[in-house]
């Protein structure tokens, strides 16, 4: 399985930027899709955005327009930027992945590696 270590998370005020980290144990540039989840207090977890094999980020409603992932390969870190953040973008976020030999453009639904996650909270 691989090991995925978050940080980068911390109390910022409503408006305010972050931008979280998870690195990886393994080669990140093949055969694996990293995602993001956040789970909001109270809340189910939810995705992000998902990385696909070929480097295609997939932004979920909750992710898009305000959260931008990337990856440095050679560092084995993936990265997720929140700007502009809301007091509702308070959670955890984790990071997860998944060794995938299918499309090369599209990850599985399912993660099989996750993180213990970095603490978000927004002050409005």
């Known amino acids: 399985q691989v090991q995925l270590v978050e940080s980068g998370g911390g109390s910022v005020q409503a408006g305010g930027s972050l931008k979280l980290s998870c690195v990886a144990s393994v080669s990140m540039d093949g055969n694996l899709c990293m995602a993001w989840f956040r789970q909001a207090p109270g809340k189910e977890r939810e995705k992000v955005a998902s990385i696909s094999n070929s480097g295609i980020v997939t932004y979920t409603t909750s992710g898009s327009g305000r959260f931008f992932v990337s990856r440095n390969n050679d560092k084995k870190t993936l990265y997720l930027a929140i700007n502009s953040l809301k007091f509702e973008d308070t959670g955890m976020y984790f990071c997860?992945?998944?060794?995938?030999?299918?499309?090369?453009?599209?990850?599985?639904?399912?993660?099989?590696?996750w993180g213990q996650g970095t603490q978000v909270t927004v002050s409005s």
């Open positions: 997860a992945a998944v060794e995938w030999r299918g499309s090369w453009n599209v990850c599985p639904p399912e993660y099989k590696s």
